[in-house]
T-cell receptor
Framework: SQKIEQNSEALNIQEGKTATLTCNYT??????LQWYRQDPGRGPVFLLL?????KEKRKERLKVTFDTTLKQSLFHITASQPADSATYLCALQGDQKVTFGTGTKLQVIP | KAGVTQTPRYLIKTRGQQVTLSCSPI?????VSWYQQTPGQGLQFLFEYFSETQRNKGNFPGRFSGRQFSNSRSEMNVSTLELGDSALYLC??????????????FGPGTRLTVT
């Protein structure tokens, strides 16, 4: 069955450092991969989308890579700030459906 | 543009009752998807509606149903509520839906508690 795993439930990082979150998947051939941010008590907010034929996508301090051979996406936040503290979800889109990972809770420590 | 709105925001129901949740998508968006979010299972896809037709369905029992109206507003219904149905129910709208490149815009969710 299809499975999506995000590297850890929680990640603590010092302010100013680069946070790297991992999303691995099995038994899936997604056309697109998306990353969302979710704050407590709120719905997820779309951040970035990357297609299967793209290796890397950037938006301001965010960078996403997508390796379909390794079946893995990496999500980087450079120069992290306390305001970046949130849960980050990866989502795979393919076969007319979207499947979400369980998320990684990022805490940026001042 | 106004965002996705969901009503009610909080709801407490008793086992065996039924509940109807409402979602108004972003103006112009024709696709509405519903998700259930729990601490243990994460975000799980319930179903997607596009132009009043259910286009895709997740692995949930038949007690979970939905519909979409001609103005793209959507409702989700859960009958014979069980304790395990306690969750945050999220609705997301998008322009084209799951069949093409798109991003979803989520509402704030309805927090359902079943006692």
């Amino acid at each position: 069955s299809q499975k999506i795993e995000q590297n850890s439930e929680a990640l603590n990082i010092q302010e100013g450092k680069t946070a790297t979150l991992t999303c691995n998947y099995t038994n899936y051939s997604p056309a697109y991969l998306q990353w969302y941010r979710q704050d407590p008590g709120r719905g997820p907010v779309f951040l970035l989308l990357i297609r299967e034929n793209e290796k890397e996508k950037r938006k301001e301090r965010l960078k996403v890579t997508f390796d379909t051979t390794l079946k893995q996406s990496l999500f980087h936040i450079t120069a992290s700030q306390p305001a970046d503290s949130a849960t980050y979800l990866c989502a795979l889109q393919g076969d007319q459906k979207v499947t979400f990972g369980t998320g990684t809770k990022l805490q940026v420590i001042p | 543009k106004a965002g996705v709105t969901q009503t009610p925001r909080y709801l407490i129901k008793t086992r065996g009752q039924q509940v109807t949740l409402s979602c108004s998508p972003i103006s112009g968006h024709r696709s509405v998807s519903w998700y259930q979010q729990t601490p243990g299972q994460g975000l799980q896809f319930l179903f997607e509606y596009f132009s009043e037709t259910q286009r895709n369905k997740g692995n949930f029992p038949g007690r979970f149903s939905g519909r979409q109206f001609s103005n793209s507003r959507s409702e989700m219904n859960v009958s014979t509520l069980e304790l395990g149905d306690s969750a945050l129910y999220l609705c997301a709208s998008s322009l084209h839906g799951t069949s093409s490149l798109y991003e979803q815009y989520f509402g704030p969710g309805t927090r359902l508690t079943v006692t």
